[in-house]
């Protein structure tokens, strides 16, 4: 039975971490270094600290052994960036010293096992910790001008269940047509800022909610312009985008006995430059973390799944827009 502690004893005496520094640094390294230094994390967890506090929840998430919440947050980021299972994570950490430095965790500390971090998930998804973990982050972003607000671009994204529809193993995804073709999963939700394509917003819904349903969720109306495909326009929205004094850039909707003007055409196709950014997020969850569908059968860890994602997109988005 392989054991918790790290293995590398020599690697974080002082001597161990001089030579260490003149290595020639990873790329993965360099990385979670950079992330390590771009945020504050104290600030990012205190309220996270404060709702579990105020939950007093007399039984441990992770069991009879509790982390540092920064190791177990940190821990989440390794998941995503590397696309890491349970078990997988507790062996990359045990084996690689980047992580172990990036955890912040000595030659005698225990490293979190598979239960620990399953069970913390399950802490974050029941008092909804993922989406304030987000939020909060935001506020830095925001501090740091990369939310700026003046214009909101809003899209979704379709997500396959793991389950298949008839095992009946989750009980929260159904079903959604899109192009003709039938999806059983979810749907993933978000806003960008249409300057530094942060995501601003997040919603995770069942397959069958529309689109157009999560709109008043990502967007504060507080924004000088809102971009949206086809799928968003309506009367109803339009006359309030018309009445607060914001830019309308949701494309137009042609219909079976209507179709699109000359003009309407030539308009969506210039909106579409603006809103074809939204894109950009779900390209990077899908291309480089991996994030190919749900992992899960509820509806809870599922969302934990998307936003952590689109956590580390905007941990991203961060480090691009600030070297």
Known sequence: MRSNKI????LFTSSANDKFT??????????????????????LLRPLEETITKTKQNNSPAGRRTFDLLVIVKCFILQSIYNLSDPRLEEEIADRRSFQIFLGLNSSDSIPDETTICRYRELFA?????????????????????????????DATIKQAHAKPNSNRDNDA????????????YKGHIAIDEDSQVIKSVEFTKASI????????????????????????NKTRRNKLEAIGIFDGILAKGYRNKPLSKSEKKVNKLLSTI?????????????????????????????????????????????????
């Open 7 to 10: 293995n590398n004893i020599d």
């Open 22 to 43: 003149k290595h020639i640094k990873t790329q993965s390294k360099q990385a979670l270094e950079i992330i390590n230094n771009k945020i504050n994390w104290t600030k």
């Open 126 to 154: 029941t008092l909804e910790l993922d989406k304030k973990l987000f939020y909060e982050f935001n506020k830095q972003l925001t501090e740091l001008k990369l939310i700026v607000g003046k214009g909101t671009i809003v």
């Open 174 to 185: 159904d079903f959604t047509i899109k192009r003709g073709k039938t999806y059983y999963g």
């Open 210 to 233: 529309h689109d157009s349903n999560a709109f008043d969720q990502l967007v504060d109306y507080s924004e000088q312009a809102i971009f949206a495909d086809k799928a968003y326009a």
């Open 275 to 323: 809103r074809n950014k939204v894109e950009r997020p779900f390209a990077y969850m899908k291309q480089v973390l991996q994030y190919q569908q749900c992992s899960y059968y509820d509806i809870g860890r599922n969302r934990f799944e998307f936003i952590m994602c689109a956590f580390v997109y905007n941990i991203r988005r961060l480090i691009t827009l600030s070297t």
